[in-house]
């Protein structure tokens, strides 16, 4: 009974998933000073994004099931066992989404349900085959599955100097970390015939990765004044810690351990927000 539960959690990617879940409740409850109640749309909202999230990995994790096959750390699955998983999931994004839809009466959002597990569909199946259209189009999920609750939700007062350093350092951490993903899967990625980055230019990768690890403290300079000293001063310290140690592992080829790093860098800015 444990091994299939292990195994589930394991190809829903429930780190991600609890990850998201962090960030929203740190906006709810920490930045917009809301209590909680059933009848606020940025509940449903914020469970429709997950939802969604497991549907995109399940089917990810469909879509690539022979060229996982060859990693040594593969997850073997019965494929129409997770089909049906797949179809609930997306099931449950739709009745959360449309449940928060009946709340606002807001035609952007029914739009908004619509196109994400449309957009992740496209992703699982082409979008990630080709040169950085599936590191963008990521990015911008990610940014789009935070933004979408805060925006639609009832009665959210949050500063949008703050929302918008959230959805910037989305955008760009999650676009760096696919990049690290794409390099890490580049020989899996060319004998499936997909043509990422890396596997038409390898080098080119790792030097746009390794560039963009080092922009991005200096980037965090744009919005020094929405943090004090102390708090600015820590976060810098450790984004020049973690920009080197990822241009390190870049450079030493050692991909798993600067995609762990990126992760991490993301944990580091999700939890600093609790101190604007």
Request: hydrophobic share 55%; no cysteine.
């Amino acid at each position: 009974m444990i091994q299939p539960l292990i195994k589930f959690f394991k190809i829903i990617r429930w780190k991600n998933v609890l990850i998201y879940l962090i960030l929203e409740f740190i906006i709810y409850f920490v930045l917009a000073g809301k209590h909680f109640s059933i009848t606020d749309a940025w509940l449903f909202l914020t469970l429709s994004m997950a939802f969604f999230g497991i549907f995109g990995n399940i089917q990810n994790n469909i879509a690539d099931y022979e060229r996982d096959r060859q990693k040594k750390d593969f997850i073997d699955f019965n494929i129409t066992t997770y089909l049906i998983w797949n179809i609930l999931f997306l099931v449950l994004g739709f009745l959360t989404g449309f449940t928060a839809f009946y709340m606002s009466f807001k035609p952007n959002l029914l739009y908004t349900v619509i196109s994400v597990p449309l957009l992740l569909s496209l992703y699982n199946y082409f979008l990630k085959k080709i040169a950085l259209a599936g590191n963008l189009t990521i990015a911008f999920l990610t940014v789009l599955a935070i933004y979408v609750p805060v925006i639609f939700a009832k009665d959210i007062q949050i500063d949008k100097h703050i929302l918008n350093l959230l959805l910037v350092f989305a955008f760009w951490l999650t676009f760096i970390r696919e990049i690290a993903k794409d390099l890490e899967d580049k020989n899996l990625d060319r004998k499936a015939g997909f043509k990422t980055l890396p596997v038409l230019h390898e080098n080119l990768s790792r030097y746009l990765l390794m560039f963009l690890s080092l922009a991005t403290p200096f980037l965090l300079f744009y919005f020094k004044t929405y943090f004090d000293g102390v708090t600015f001063g820590i976060l810098l310290i450790i984004s020049v810690l973690i920009a080197l140690l990822s241009v390190h592992t870049v450079y030493k080829k050692q991909y798993e351990n600067a995609t762990k790093l990126y992760k991490l860098w993301m944990l580091a800015g999700i939890f600093s927000v609790i101190f604007l």
